[in-house]
């Protein structure tokens, strides 16, 4: 993402590098502006219900003079032979199921490695004095597994979906007991079974999808397996770590399972996530929903700090700005917004950060601030539920009158009764 944190730096520093007339970075900028990628939907799946596999040229980096390009993609299943797949114009996305897309081999039970390579064509036409060019880019490659629903030799691959089920709970939270996790799960939904709930469903999903940023591409490292289920109208989610993926040079690929699965998180609605403990799904189920734990994002003035604490007029400084979770649920993808300068009626330099932060704890934040008049503000401004929130845990802050704050900076150079001017600028804003 160019829009918070390093990515939002880098494309300051490439637009800074463009105005000063840097044509070399500017080629660069144009070539990185649509990234062409490859993903599969599913890390594990069933031969009656195949995932697909997806390359995407979204756009990521705004430039001055950009150039469109077309993209074949030629793919290679399990060390086969390179045919073309599909061609890919930058800005779009184009795929489809693998047993569509792919050579025959891809939708065959077993471990499969799909290699990739491209050939892409600039063309320069629609800018006057831009040349068109072509290249060849090998994209990293992408892993799946397929399972036959009833064969026995699928058996290894339809654990890493189905395992959980038959784990004894004590081997996924050590205050548990002996039974397996099915039955376990049954006796807590029975007492609470609605009418209308659906039975428990298995999926295979990338654990990176839980806590991670809505909207970006999960890691295709870490396997999850997943159980959805209804309890009188609560839709919930367990979920248990159950390979990893690793790269080798000799075989390629390698799924490295764990035994037992590995509890990761279950998801409650109006709850915050649980990270630690399967044993607190039956109190959150039981709990009513204002009771239940949440996250509580906070800024106070006096969490603003300078370094030096009275910059001379022009000269950078150092700020650390620290947002608390004073909740007890954890935070994930909080988006904070920071914002100084010297008039808030004018739109101000900012800067975008996205954090996770534990219940009761708190995350830092560290950017670089100036103020060419010797005096103005530095504004802080903390959104849990926001564009970069993951889509199943957007938990409202409960009390978001404490989630923003500002901090007057050399307020004796400023003018009279600018203080109180920030204060009905910034309405809701704590200040000092």
Not at 23 to 46: C, D, F, G, K, W
Not at 423 to 432: E, I, L, P, T
Request: with cysteine.
């Amino acid at each position: 993402h160019t829009t918070h944190d390093e990515g939002e730096r880098l494309k300051l520093a490439v637009d800074e590098a463009i105005a000063r007339g840097d044509h070399e970075m500017e080629q660069l900028a144009i070539r990185a502006a649509a990234p062409l990628t490859a993903y599969i939907s599913r890390p594990v799946n069933s031969t009656l219900d195949l995932p697909s596999v997806v390359f995407s040229a979204s756009n990521v980096l705004r430039v001055r003079r950009s150039v469109p390009y077309t993209a074949q993609v030629h793919v290679s299943v399990d060390n086969g032979e390179f045919v073309l797949a599909k061609t890919v114009r930058s800005g779009q996305s184009s795929g489809g199921r693998v047993d569509v897309v792919l050579p025959e081999p891809a939708a065959r039970p077993g471990i499969h490695v799909v290699r990739l390579k491209a050939d892409l064509t600039f063309d320069g036409t629609e800018q006057p004095g831009t040349p068109s060019w072509n290249e060849a880019r090998k994209l990293p490659p992408v892993f799946y597994a397929v399972y036959d629903p009833v064969a026995e030799s699928s058996a290894p691959m339809r654990a890493l979906v189905y395992g959980p089920a038959s784990t004894l709970v004590r081997d996924l939270d050590p205050v548990l007991g002996d039974e397996p996790f099915a039955a376990w799960l049954s006796g807590i939904l029975s007492a609470r079974r609605g009418k209308q709930d659906s039975g428990p469903d298995w999926l295979s999903q990338y654990c990176d999808e839980r806590t991670g940023e809505a909207g970006s591409r999960p890691a295709p490292a870490a396997i999850c397996s997943v159980v959805y289920f209804q309890s009188r109208g609560d839709i919930g989610q367990i979920w248990f770590r159950t390979a990893d993926i690793r790269e080798t040079e000799g075989s390629g690929v390698e799924w490295v399972t764990g035994t037992p699965p590995r509890f990761e998180g279950l998801v409650i609605r109006e709850s915050a996530q649980e990270s630690r403990m399967l044993s607190t799904l039956p109190s959150l189920l039981y709990a009513a929903p204002q009771s239940r734990p949440v996250g509580d994002a906070s800024i106070a003035p006096s969490d603003i700090v300078l370094s030096p604490a009275a910059p001379p007029p022009g000269t950078i400084a150092d700020a650390t700005i620290t947002v608390h979770n004073i909740g007890q649920g954890d935070l994930h993808k909080v988006t904070v917004h920071v914002g100084f300068g010297t008039d808030l009626t004018v739109r101000p330099a900012s800067r975008q950060f996205v954090v996770d932060i534990p219940a009761q704890a708190s995350a830092e934040l560290k950017l670089q601030v100036a103020f060419p008049n010797g005096y103005g503000f530095v504004m802080a401004h903390a959104v849990q539920v926001g564009e970069n929130a993951p889509h199943d845990s957007w938990m409202p802050d409960p009390t978001p009158h404490d989630a923003c704050a500002f901090r007057v900076i050399n307020a004796r150079l400023a003018p009279v009764r600018y203080t109180e001017s920030l204060f009905d600028a910034a309405a809701g804003c704590s200040g000092r």
